[in-house]
């Protein structure tokens, strides 16, 4: 359709809003097509679209109408420039090509602000979302609280969305015919799966039917070779990879990247499923059969030797605007994906480079919506783009409980062309943990079942189940985020309710957690991504004269769970060990250690004799002894003689031994420094609460 020059635009309007108030959806649409309305709308919707309409024509044509009334001013208006073409012979050049059609047609309808036509409610228009599974389901919510109407199309009846969508048309989102009948009801399109059926997308944009992502959008990272190539040509970052069309062709990607090599499918892959680790020559007829085979359509990626696995979400608006959600750190097992822990533990500068990768890439794409990247960061600080997902992605499951804006909702705001949200965080730390079957059958239910029956008394922990008919080993039944204070405190939740058995409730008493958060493979997985430290050893070493002081230097320990911060604890005693303490003091620095807390009760030698050989600050704690008030210890380590400093807190006062600690390590962390700001606001609000409540209800309540 053209577009109408302002007088004609003027007159067709005009002619609309002076017509009879009961008029035909059809009858409508034959004298002006009604974009952002799906065919067949009923006599309210249109009542509705004249009331813009006047609206449209009392603000004044000359300011165009996406401004005075932007959702008719559509991009469906302007016929896109967009040609089916086999994702299976396109060359890299007509993909560079593609990119310009299709770019022209984005910027031509760049003026175009929302499809929100009504003042009834926030937004009349049916988002229709191809798939209906459990990314579909969390859009359904998300759009609930705002009346915003969501349809699916999918083919199982009892697919996750199916009970909370506005309509479920059951139905495959691969089929041609499918699609097109689903269209027909829908204002926009937009998909939770991008393994769908491109050509009919194409063919419906070419008839003016307004889908976000852009269907060559879709195309481009249907295929991941084609993806890498445009990426490439953008100048996003990227491990080096090639096409691979023969058996000596994957012999040759082996001997430029080298061994162990990444063999992936072109398409179809997701979840760990089409990619194949060769770790030599040998193996690769192997791993090339694992994939189907070479007429799968394979190509060849550089091994990454990643130290973390991060993602963001971002966001890009209908006028090209982007928005991004915080770094999250990802663990994998089995190629799953099992934690999202948010925000990243990376330097800042780290957060920044992966923020400029992403956004790059998303800014080089056409259409609007949520986009998952993942991304890889190296040993040497440097940061790698994996893939692109456009839509909704687990990673960012996190972002419902723990920002201002959801991915799902901010996905709404994107596709409908409504402002962008707050992405940033509303929580200081947050943990995402993939409920996945771990067993066939009841006996998967029932484990999971367990899992969710702990999180539902744990402080912060929050619940999602998919109601998928059926379990399988590996399979995404839901999953479960916690939020709390810090890093540390979230993991301890999280430990308890994946490590306990049977049905418990969270203790009123917080556990200790020394070591072992998370199940083992998850821990590893976490472990193997934990920042490299040049020595590994932990910053803090906490040290006592004996395990009675224990009770006392728990607290110190306590606090760097708190922050985050590794450890190690163990009794080194001045007086019955002194080889052991000498080789402590004397080796700390050397495994990585930057602090040492040391408590000592009585005589109190240890923290001035380990100060005497060790090039380390040193922390002393007095501890009471069994017959002393500690004073004795106190005045036994603040008097050493000079050049052998040592820091001390006050009798029993380990807490703000752990303390110091973290400000010491802050003097080379930024994050550290935050967490600590972080923590002190805490304690501000601590006691303004105390003084609220005390002015609330008196004093004489308060003290009952």
């Avoid at 944009?205 to 195309?219: C, G, H, L, Q, S």
């Avoid at 301890?492 to 009123?508: C, E, F, S, V």
């Avoid at 700390?588 to 009760?601: E, N, S, W």
């Avoid at 962390?669 to 609000?685: G, P, R, W």
Wanted: proline residues 5%; neutral net charge.
């Amino acid at each position: 359709m053209g577009v109408l020059c302002a007088s004609s635009q003027g007159a067709a309007l005009k002619s609309l809003v002076d017509a009879p108030a009961k008029v035909t959806a059809s009858a409508a649409s034959s004298a002006l097509p009604l974009p952002g309305f799906a065919s067949g709308r009923t006599a309210k919707a249109l009542r509705s679209s004249r009331e813009c309409l006047t609206i449209a024509l009392k603000g004044g044509l000359s300011q165009g109408l996406g401004n005075s009334c932007a959702g008719i001013s559509r991009k469906r208006e302007l016929r896109l420039t967009q040609t089916a073409i086999s994702a299976t012979t396109e060359s890299s050049e007509t993909v560079e090509d593609h990119q310009e059609q299709g770019d022209v047609a984005v910027m031509n309808s760049s003026g175009c602000e929302t499809l929100c036509t009504t003042t009834w409610g926030l937004c009349d228009t049916v988002i229709g979302v191809l798939g209906g599974g459990q990314l579909g389901r969390m859009l359904c919510q998300a759009a609930s609280p705002m009346g915003i109407k969501v349809s699916v199309l999918d083919p199982l009846e009892d697919c996750p969305a199916g009970n909370i969508a506005y309509h479920h048309q059951v139905g495959s989102f691969k089929d041609m015919q499918a699609v097109r009948e689903f269209a027909k009801g829908c204002g926009a399109l937009t998909v939770e799966i991008e393994h769908v059926n491109v050509e009919t997308l194409e063919a419906l944009a070419r008839e003016n039917v307004d889908i976000e992502p852009k269907p060559f959008t879709i195309r481009i990272i249907q295929d991941k070779y084609m993806q890498k190539m445009h990426f490439k040509k953008h100048d996003v970052a990227l491990p080096e990879f090639m096409k691979i069309d023969s058996a000596e062709e994957a012999e040759e990607a082996g001997k430029l990247f080298g061994y162990p090599l990444m063999l992936k499918s072109r398409r179809d892959a997701y979840d760990g499923r089409g990619n194949a680790v060769v770790e030599s020559r040998e193996a690769l007829p192997l791993a090339i059969s694992s994939l189907g085979g070479i007429e799968r359509c394979l190509y060849a990626e550089k091994w990454a030797p990643f130290v973390k696995e991060l993602a963001i979400m971002v966001a890009r608006g209908r006028d090209g605007s982007i928005r991004s959600f915080p770094v999250v750190e990802t663990t994998h097992v089995s190629n799953i994906c099992h934690t999202v822990e948010a925000p990243a533990r990376i330097p800042k500068e780290v957060a920044e480079l992966a923020m400029q990768v992403a956004e790059r890439a998303v800014g080089s794409l056409s259409g609007a919506g949520m986009f998952g990247v993942e991304l890889f960061l190296l040993k040497d600080g440097n940061v790698l783009l994996n893939e692109v997902a456009p839509r909704p992605h687990n990673c960012g499951h996190y972002t419902i409980e723990s920002c201002f804006v959801s991915q799902y909702e901010q996905h709404l705001r994107c596709v409908l062309g409504l402002p962008l949200g707050d992405p940033s965080m509303k929580v200081p730390a947050a943990l995402m943990y993939n409920i996945l079957g771990e067993a066939d059958g009841e006996e998967g239910f029932t484990i999971a079942h367990n899992i969710m029956r702990r999180a539902m008394s744990v402080p912060g922990a929050s619940v999602h189940w998919y109601e998928k008919p059926e379990i399988r080993k590996q399979r995404k039944m839901g999953h479960i985020t916690v939020v709390g204070p810090t890093a540390e405190v979230v993991r301890a939740r999280m430990n308890w309710i994946i490590n306990t058995k049977g049905i418990q409730d969270y203790p009123k008493k917080k556990p200790s957690f020394v070591s072992g958060v998370l199940p083992s493979n998850v821990a590893t997985a976490l472990a193997s991504s934990s920042e490299d430290a040049k020595p590994s050893g932990p910053p803090v070493g906490i040290i006592m004269g004996s395990d009675s002081d224990l009770p006392v230097m728990s607290a110190a320990a306590e606090i760097l769970d708190s922050f985050g911060i590794p450890y190690e604890l163990t009794v080194v005693s001045a007086h019955r060990t002194p080889e052991r303490m000498v080789s402590y003091a004397q080796t700390a620095h050397k495994r990585g250690v930057k602090v040492i807390i040391a408590g000592a009760g009585g005589a109190a030698h240890l923290p001035g004799m380990v100060a005497s050989l060790t090039p380390l600050p040193v922390i002393g704690v007095p501890v009471k002894g069994s017959h002393t008030d500690g004073l004795d210890s106190l005045l036994s380590i603040v008097q050493m003689p000079r050049g052998i400093p040592v820091a001390t807190v006050a009798i029993q006062n380990a807490t703000n031994a752990g303390l110091l600690a973290v400000r010491m390590l802050g003097v080379e962390s930024d994050q550290i420094v935050d967490k600590m700001a972080a923590y002190q606001n805490s304690l501000k609000d601590m006691v303004l609460e105390k003084a609220e409540r005390l002015e609330t209800i008196g004093w004489k309540e308060y003290l009952k």
